[in-house]
């Protein structure tokens, strides 16, 4: 019979990990730049579309 094991995994582990508060506040500021970036591709396309001349 295999012997049960109370450690936990290694998903256990990151999900403890990213539940800490200085990782969320940095999730946070990671995926906040990540928006704000392709909120800025967004316009530049959409710019670009409208008036080819523009840039």
Known sequence: ???SNDQPNLI????????EPQNQA???QVA????LL???LGFII???TISPNFM
């Open 1 to 3: 019979m295999a012997a």
């Open 12 to 19: 256990e582990k990151a999900v403890f990990k990213l539940g």
């Open 26 to 28: 940095r999730l946070i």
């Open 32 to 35: 906040w730049r990540i928006s």
């Open 38 to 40: 392709m909120m800025i």
């Open 46 to 48: 959409v710019i670009r």
